[in-house]
């Protein structure tokens, strides 16, 4: 079984930054894809971003792209999520998503383990 957790989340005021982290444990998978989604109150959740196992590909949102980025340190086992110029709409829970089956992946159903997600709160 493969355990994702979430830290980094907080409150921030508009314009500031939050770097997210995704740490894996349990019977981690050799290879796959990463990725970040999120879920604001009253909405469905939504792809945020992710990453290849290399790190060499990534894809993101239209609303996060060249704001958000998205690496990923394999001796650690661990994914991040720096986030820059945060708006107040940026506010959600925050889940990270990993699967062994795909090499990048965007789609909600791709992902078969997730964590337990972090909150972000950005003021205005």
């Known amino acids: 079984q493969v355990q994702l957790v979430e830290s980094g989340g907080g409150l921030v005021q508009a314009g500031g930054s939050l770097r997210l982290s995704c740490a894996a444990s349990?019977?981690?998978?050799?290879?796959?894809?990463m990725g970040w989604f999120r879920q604001a109150p009253g909405k469905e959740r939504e792809f945020v971003a992710a990453?290849?196992?290399?790190?060499?590909?990534?894809r993101y949102s239209d609303s996060v792209k060249g704001r958000f980025t998205i690496s990923r340190d394999n001796a650690k086992i661990t994914m991040y999520l720096q986030m820059d110029s945060l708006k107040p709409e940026d506010t959600a829970v925050y889940y990270c998503?990993?699967?062994?089956?795909?090499?990048?992946?965007?789609?909600?159903?791709?992902?078969?383990?997730w964590g337990q997600g972090t909150q972000v709160t950005v003021s205005s």
């Open positions: 998503a990993g699967d062994p089956r795909w090499a990048i992946a965007t789609t909600i159903e791709a992902y078969d383990y």
């Open positions: 990453i290849s196992w290399s790190g060499e590909n990534t």
């Open positions: 349990g019977r981690t998978f050799s290879r796959g894809a």
